[in-house]
């Protein structure tokens, strides 16, 4: 294993920091959290996402120690955490409405848990000074919340959630109240403060793209579920689900039933009328299993002409097309009402498109452009 990629889940002998060992949840008859297992590692900075409801601020909230566990156990660098109360634990958390003092100024902000645990001041002011540092907070230590900006309330409360270093840090939505902008510039800011500082974050967030950016793994939940735990690029390339491939990104996805080709490779019959389809795939498919094909719209190639020597090609006619600027997705009806997403980055600055409403084209993709899953 090449010692420079940071990668302590792939390492056997790696002692996680989190443990969720058989962790359920229930409140009254729901259960928020079923049977759940994961470790987490040292200076990770892992993210759980999912839709509303899914579990995911629970398992957060029982890490910060706001809600007991039903069943299981949660360790924390090995000691079983349920009897620890929330002030003693080595954890902090960062709401998402950030809980500001909006009477003190940014400075007292950061100093008010470590007056409470009666740092000594020179300890103290140093500390401070280190986190404004850290958060390039600075020029604003004298005002108050009301003074600054949304991006710089933001810093504030992260600068406070840190000041304390605690072993993990819990960030709940942390950029939910951040315009687009500024929340793509302040997860760059998140994962340098959180690789300058080593600190384990853990976030909680439904946006994909945030949980994409930052994260060194991402777990993927459905109704207190794990769905699939993996790297960002894993997740996205070889997604283990139809859930998990549809949750995350664009993508296509095409119900047939498989019929082996040779070695890895499998014939998809699919739709009345037009011709089977070729995918490889590790995963061993019997005969006529019904199977589902996932393939990325930036994975399919559109051309005017039929093109040569493809493994896939279907025909159709563009019936929608959504311009964004770096690149065009072309929605495809084919002859069977099919509809299937194209996407072609937009390298040229051209007067008009290639294509428009109503072409027909051809689509045409490799065998291992797409991922074939069983459910």
């Known amino acids: 294993m090449n010692t420079s990629v940071f990668a302590p889940w792939e390492d056997p002998n790696a002692k996680p920091l989190i443990s969720f060992r058989n962790v359920t949840k229930r409140f009254g008859s729901f259960t928020a959290i079923d049977n759940l297992s994961l470790d987490i590692f040292e200076k990770e900075f892992f993210a759980l996402l999912g839709p509303s409801g899914c579990g995911k601020t629970t398992m957060m909230r029982m890490l910060a120690g706001f809600e007991t566990v039903t069943e299981g156990t949660i360790e924390l660098a090995g000691q079983d955490i349920a009897a620890v109360p929330p002030n003693k634990r080595a954890v902090n958390m960062m709401f998402q409405s950030y809980a500001l003092f909006p009477h003190l100024s940014v400075w007292e902000n950061i100093a008010f848990g470590l007056r409470r645990d009666k740092m000594p001041k020179q300890d103290l002011e140093a500390r401070v000074e280190e986190m404004l540092k850290l958060t390039r907070l600075e020029k604003f230590a004298r005002r108050k919340p009301h003074q600054i900006s949304g991006g710089q309330r933001q810093r504030v409360a992260l600068a406070r959630s840190l000041a304390k270093a605690p072993k993990l840090l819990l960030l ?54 794990l769905k699939q735990v993996a790297t960002p690029d894993r997740i996205y390339e070889t997604p283990n689900s139809v859930y998990v491939a549809d949750f995350i990104g664009d993508v296509n996805i095409i119900q047939g039933r498989t019929t082996s080709a040779n070695e890895g490779t499998y014939r998809v019959d699919w739709a009345e009328g037009q011709a089977a389809l070729n995918a490889t795939s590790a995963t061993e498919f019997s005969k006529d299993q019904i199977c589902h094909l996932a393939i990325r719209p930036e994975k399919i190639t559109i051309t005017a002409d039929r093109p040569e020597n493809a493994d896939n090609v279907v025909q159709g006619k563009v019936h929608d097309i959504a311009y964004l600027g770096n690149l065009s997705t072309y929605y495809v009806e084919l002859s069977n009402g099919t509809m299937i997403k194209a996407q072609a980055a937009n390298t040229r600055r051209i007067s008009r498109r290639s294509f428009t409403w109503e072409d027909p084209v051809w689509l045409s993709w490799t065998a291992t452009a797409g991922v074939l899953l069983a459910n």
Do not use: N
Not at 174 to 197: H, N, V, W, Y
């Open 172 to 225: 709940d939505e942390p950029l939910g109240a951040l315009d687009k902008k500024l929340r793509q510039d302040t997860q760059f800011e998140l994962m340098d403060i959180q690789e300058s500082t080593g600190t384990t974050f853990v976030i909680v967030t439904h946006d994909q793209e945030e949980a994409m950016t930052v994260a060194s793994r991402v777990a993927v939940m459905d109704e207190g579920l």
